[in-house]
T-cell receptor, first 112, second 112 residues
Framework: KQEVTQIPAALSVPEGENLVLNCSFTDSAIYNLQWFRQDPGKGLTSLLL?????REQTSGRLNASLDKSSGRSTLYIAASQPGDSATYLC???????????FGAGTTVTVRA | DAGVIQSPRHEVTEMGQEVTLRCKPI?????LFWYRQTMMRGLELLIY????????DSGMPEDRFSAKMPNASFSTLKIQPSEPRDSAVYFC??????????FGSGTRLTVV
């Protein structure tokens, strides 16, 4: 069974600082990996999707890397803003069953 | 596209009553997933469909839960009878490989 771990569980930084969110998974047989953002009381918004053959994806201030062999992904958020405050979820899609397995998330607070 | 549409957004019901949650996936997506989110357990996969056929329902907590997908544009999740421990946010998501998952806004269920 795929196990996804996110470290740290919570993070508080001053505005302008770069954010580094870590995700690890136990089974390297993945189809792709997806990062989501969830605001309190809201649904999940997709941030980045990395195919298993890719090493990274970028969108604006966001960059996500993938090292499938070591079972790790990292989400970088440059020059953080208070609007980046949210919970960030890492999810892995299995190559055999296409099921999405989630980590517990990292809750980010960016202080103005 | 309007995205994944779920209804109702909020549901408050009394213990023992039947509850039906509804989902309209994105047109053209051939996978549909039902998830449940609680503070204690995070996001849990309940059941998923491929081309309207249930593939894996091992996450359905017990026989009180059932799900159907009568056609490619509609799915229901039913709880009968409901219990207070079913209180959670229920998400529907759809996908079509190689694209990632798109989640609906969720249904917040409260059973009193």
């Amino acid at each position: 069974k795929q196990e996804v771990t996110q470290i740290p569980a919570a993070l508080s930084v001053p505005e302008g600082e770069n954010l580094v969110l870590n995700c690890s998974f136990t089974d390297s047989a993945i189809y792709n990996l997806q990062w989501f953002r969830q605001d309190p009381g809201k649904g999940l918004t997709s941030l980045l999707l990395i195919q298993s053959s890719q090493r990274e994806q970028t969108s604006g201030r966001l960059n996500a890397s993938l090292d499938k062999s070591s079972g790790r992904s990292t989400l970088y958020i440059a020059a953080s803003q208070p609007g980046d405050s949210a919970t960030y979820l890492c999810a892995v899609i299995g190559s055999n069953d296409y099921k999405l397995s989630f980590g517990a998330g990292t809750t980010v607070t960016v202080r103005a | 596209d309007a995205g994944v549409i779920q209804s109702p957004r909020h549901e408050v019901t009394e213990m023992g009553q039947e509850v039906t949650l509804r989902c309209k996936p994105i047109s053209g997506h051939d996978y549909l997933f039902w998830y449940r989110q609680t503070m204690m357990r995070g996001l849990e996969l309940l059941i998923y469909f491929n081309n309207n056929v249930p593939i894996d329902d091992s996450g359905m907590p017990e026989d009180r839960f059932s799900a159907k997908m009568p056609n490619a544009s509609f799915s229901t999740l039913k709880i009968q009878p409901s219990e207070p421990r079913d209180s959670a946010v229920y998400f529907c998501a759809s996908s079509s490989p190689p694209h990632g998952y798109t989640f609906g806004s969720g249904t917040r269920l409260t059973v009193v």
